[in-house]
Structure formats: C-alpha cells, structure tokens
C-alpha cells in the first residue's frame, strides 16, 4: 500500500549543529506535509509542500519538495533545544493522511 | 492550545470492555480524521468524517466505529478491547474545503491503557 518512509529514525545532535531528516515515497506524492511533535504532546502541522522542486523555509527551518515529487526533506539550521521532538512528513491520498514513522531528534545542550 | 478537545484525557479499562472517545473540532471545522499512535505503530490514520458523513477509512478494525454529530462533535468507539488496543488516540480537525491537504489541527489525545 501506500507508504512514505523517513530517515534516520533517532537523531542525536550537538546544539548549534545542523539537522536534516528525509521522507521517501516510492510513488508520485500529490503533496507532502510535515508536523512536528514534542514529547508528550499533540503533532502540531507545519507546512505543505504542493510543487515540484517546491522549497519554503520558516526561520531556521527550510522545507524541500523533491523535483520527482517523490521525496522531500526538513532541513535545521543551528538546532536549540526547542527543536526537540518528533518530525514527521504526511501524504495525503483519496481523503486519507498516511504519516511516516518519523524522525526522532534529541538535542544535547 | 490548538482549539480541539478530547475526553477523557486517560482511560484504564479490561480486556473485552467498550469504550466511547470524543472530540469536539474547532469551531467552524467541518472535517474530523481519527489517528492511533503506539510505539510500534506510529500514528495510523483510522477514519475521516466530512460534515456528518464518512470520508474515508484507513487502518480501523471492524471492532472500532465512529460517527460525526450534526453539531460536529465526533465518537470513536472501541469494542471488545484487546490489550494491543492500548495507545494514544488523536483526534485532528480542518476547515475549509474537507479535504486532508487542509490544515489539520490536533488535539491533545486521550490515552487508553487495557489491563
């Protein structure tokens, strides 16, 4: 069935350092999502990427929608420890979400 | 605070009971989708409701059922619980045109635990 895969699966960083996680389909993807959830809390969205070779940023974060549409990436510049959580991309198909397992971040103060 | 309530907040309950989740949207949002999130599982879509009627259904066993108010408000019931059962069920809502590529606001969850 339909599925989108990320990687890593854990990330440990240093604060200040860079951080990027990847979401993979192995179909043409309409459109991808990314939300973010901290430990303990709700996923909360944070953008939708629509167009091919699409890239938006929002502060230190810049979201990226592969020219085949079939891969996309969120990219963190210089994490802090707000940063800490869980990030995961969503496809959405015929009035379902599917999510990606997610990209666990820890960021070591 | 994303304007979507859940209750309960937890729920402990035995094997083979029934239980009723409820999620009332954000005001004004038409679309409901429930989600289980477990450790091993990640977050599973189980079922979408646009205005009263069923959208579309993803990975909801024949245990489970749901159903969308005419105020909006949604139930996800869960029937002869198993223990695999235990997870956290998110509820999202959205505006708009109903669609998933809208805007979808989480609420807080209830956490269910069968002993």
């Known amino acids: 069935g339909q599925q989108v895969m990320q990687i890593p699966q854990y990330q440990h960083v240093q604060e200040g350092e860079d951080f990027t996680t990847y979401c993979n389909s192995s179909?043409?993807?309409?459109?991808i999502q990314w939300y973010k959830q901290r430990p303990g809390g709700h996923p909360v969205f944070l953008i939708q990427?629509?167009?091919?070779?699409e890239v938006k940023k929002q502060k230190r974060l810049t979201f990226q929608f592969g020219e085949a549409k079939k891969n996309s990436s969120l990219h963190i510049t210089a994490t802090q420890t707000t940063d800490v959580g869980t990030y995961f991309c969503?496809?959405?198909?015929?009035?379902?979400?599917?999510f990606g397992p997610g990209t666990s971040l820890s960021v070591i103060p | 605070d994303s304007g979507v309530t859940q209750t309960p907040k937890h729920l402990i309950t035995a094997t083979g009971q029934r239980v009723t989740l409820r999620c009332s949207p954000r005001?004004?949002?038409?679309?409901v989708y429930w989600y289980q999130q477990s450790l091993d599982q990640g977050l599973q879509f189980l079922i979408h409701?646009?205005?009263?009627?069923?959208?579309a259904k993803g990975n909801i066993l024949e245990r489970f059922s749901a159903q969308q108010f005419p105020d909006l408000h949604s139930e996800l019931n869960l029937s002869s619980l198993e223990l695999g059962d235990s997870a956290l069920y998110f509820c999202a809502s959205s505006g708009l045109s109903g669609g998933p590529t809208d805007t979808q606001y989480f609420g807080p969850g209830t956490r269910l635990t069968v002993l």
């Open positions: 179909t043409t993807l309409s459109n």
């Open positions: 409701y646009y205005n009263g009627e069923e959208r």
């Open positions: 005001s004004g949002d038409l679309s």
């Open positions: 990427l629509v167009k091919s070779g």
């Open positions: 969503a496809q959405t198909s015929y009035d379902k979400v599917i």
